[in-house]
């Protein structure tokens, strides 16, 4: 059984940083995609990020180019994503994601950014 475990949300004031941190559990994900999405109140999910199983290939929404970072420890299971310079509308539950087979969610963890 597949399992996301997100943490590191909270309350941050905008220009600030948090980094989120995703373990999973249940087999081996070394070989695996993973990313981050993200949802608003009142908004669907959207994309994020993604990175591949070696590292060597990121993707990014453009909305959060050159202020996010994904990255991922296989030893560890955990996928982080670097969030700097925060904007009010970064405000959102952010989900950790993997497909294997079918798309499996974390229980996702609160960002909020103060103006």
């Known amino acids: 059984q597949v399992q996301l475990v997100e943490s590191g949300g909270g309350l941050v004031q905008a220009g600030g940083s948090l980094r989120l941190s995703c373990a999973a559990s249940?087999?081996?994900?070394?070989?695996?995609?993973m990313g981050w999405f993200r949802q608003a109140p009142g908004k669907e999910r959207e994309f994020v990020a993604t990175?591949?199983?070696?590292?060597?290939?990121?993707t990014y929404a453009d909305f959060v180019k050159g202020r996010f970072t994904i990255s991922r420890d296989n030893a560890k299971n955990t996928v982080y994503l670097q969030m700097n310079s925060l904007k009010p509308e970064d405000t959102a539950v952010y989900y950790c994601?993997?497909?294997?087979?079918?798309?499996?969610w974390g229980q996702g963890t609160q960002v909020t950014v103060s103006s």
């Open positions: 994601n993997v497909h294997i087979g079918q798309n499996y």
């Open positions: 249940g087999r081996t994900f070394s070989r695996v995609t």
């Open positions: 990175i591949s199983w070696s590292g060597g290939i990121t």
